[in-house]
């Protein structure tokens, strides 16, 4: 499938579509809107960051859009499950967007807040209910919303969700469902127990399986510099320029941090260009045909651009940030290394990005080694995180705001980190490694915490 023009959806959401600036549909998006279209259940294996959001929230949106229903009070005809609130949040503005040009309503619901609000707009009527499975079935108890006139049912992130102990949550949202309904259901993982439910709920599902393609992570070396994200630009700029370096690709988490990191390195004098979905597809590829043809010599990328990069003699790939899923980095790693060259790999890990690091190294099976080359040292009284390379104070070297944070898409329902906070800690701090105690502890942490947002 070459673009979304293909695909059998209405015209307001096509032209949703366009104004978010996608041309071309992501593979799990190809897989899975014409299945949901033709009213299939589906089982997607996908991860977040792949474009999954939009493939089950296109067929829900074209469905109910087609047919322009009525609201009836406390009874949606669409229902998305999310493990976390940042998930719910992120899902329920992607719907709004695309729905833009759709009488539809919609409403996110998550605990943590008074339920005032949510069950007001339940109770006015909503098309589609996007939650997290402890407030719904507060909810269902106290009789303010009903299921039984569901027509869709989407799972996100069901593996997180069994994570998080949601599990008997999950099972008892299903029971209260109508039979007839389409469902859409994704993991990012499919332990025996996430099966066993999806064989459950989906009845005769087509199957979409997007995991991310298999690297022989061994032939590239992997190296780790331990820096405090202050620390990261020039650190990359003065990697960017050792003079092993030949072509790169550097990975940052967010749209908005590919721009900023192309632009520091821009006036550091090196030669990047940002590549993300933010882009049109004719600046894609214009982009992707200069680093082809060599005219470019740093992209800088976001997961879901990076899909498209198929670039031999790639002699390095940096991670500005790791990513917070583990699959993600041998996907971004891979695109060094290709066609059996050599590559390397250095990822730069602030403090609070160590747990991703220890989920890689859980799935790579191996430690990945310190690089040997160290960030400079942070000045002692640092006024300010936004020093460019002229030393001029520049507004895209800080963090974003935290309003801008929460509004972002790019981060969804990801372990608190990096992408959330600025990472403040020293250098001697980044050096040390946690102990097995401490990694274990991290863990629990974030779990807690997700039961909280929860
Ligand atoms: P998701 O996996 O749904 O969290 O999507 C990851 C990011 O990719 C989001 O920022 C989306 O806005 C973006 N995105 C989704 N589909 C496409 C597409 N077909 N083209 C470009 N960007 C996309």
Do not use: W
């Amino acid at each position: 499938m070459d673009t979304f023009d293909a695909l059998d959806l209405i015209s307001p959401i096509k032209k949703a579509i366009r104004e978010e600036g996608y041309t071309t549909p992501s593979p799990v998006q190809a897989a899975t809107i014409p299945a949901g279209l033709a009213g299939r259940d589906v089982l997607g294996c996908a991860q977040t960051g792949t474009g999954k959001t939009a493939a089950f929230a296109l067929p829900i949106l074209d469905l109910l859009g087609r047919q322009a229903p009525k609201t009836v009070s406390k009874r949606p005809l669409a229902l998305v499950l999310a493990p976390t609130r940042e998930l719910a949040i992120q899902i329920s503005e992607s719907f709004a967007a695309y729905g833009r040009h759709l009488p539809l309503k919609e409403v996110v619901i998550y605990g943590g807040v008074g339920q005032g609000r949510q069950a007001k707009a339940i109770a006015d009527g909503v098309h589609i209910v996007i939650a997290t499975p402890g407030r719904l079935i507060d909810l269902m108890q106290q009789e303010l919303i009903y299921l039984n006139r569901l027509q869709c049912f989407v799972v996100d992130e069901a593996d997180r969700m069994m994570d998080m102990g949601f599990l008997p949550d999950l099972k008892r949202i299903m029971k209260a469902l109508p039979v007839r309904k389409q469902s859409l259901f994704f993991s990012a993982t499919m332990p025996k127990k996430i099966v066993q439910l999806a064989e459950q709920l989906l009845h005769r599902p087509v199957s979409v399986d997007i995991t991310p393609e298999k690297t022989n992570v061994e032939l590239i070396d992997q190296r780790v510099i331990f820096a405090a994200f202050r620390q990261k630009k020039p650190l990359l700029a003065k990697l960017l320029t050792a003079g092993d370096v030949g072509q790169a690709i550097v990975f940052t988490r967010t749209r908005r941090g590919a721009n900023a990191v192309a632009e520091y390195l821009r006036k550091a004098k090196i030669d990047a260009q940002p590549i993300h979905g933010n882009l049109s597809q004719n600046a894609r590829q214009r982009v992707l045909d200069a680093f082809r043809a060599d005219k470019v010599q740093v992209l800088v990328a976001t997961d879901l651009a990076s899909r498209g990069i198929d670039v031999d003699n790639i002699s390095h790939v940096f991670n500005f940030e790791l990513p917070a899923e583990a699959e993600a980095y041998v996907h971004r790693i891979g695109r060094t290394g290709r066609a059996g060259a050599r590559g390397i790999a250095i990822s730069l890990c602030s403090e609070d990005e160590r747990p991703y690091l220890a989920d890689i190294e859980k799935l790579i099976g191996f430690e990945i080694l310190p690089d040997g080359r160290e960030p400079e040292p942070l000045p002692k009284a640092a006024p300010s995180a936004g020093k460019t390379p002229g030393g001029k104070e520049s507004q895209s070297e800080n963090r974003p705001s935290k309003n801008r944070r929460r509004r972002r898409k790019g981060s969804r329902g990801r372990k608190p980190g990096a992408d959330d906070k600025q990472t403040e800690s020293s250098s001697d701090d980044a050096k040390r490694r946690p102990t097995a105690a401490e990694r274990k502890s991290a863990r629990n942490r974030r779990r807690r915490k997700r039961k909280d947002d929860e």
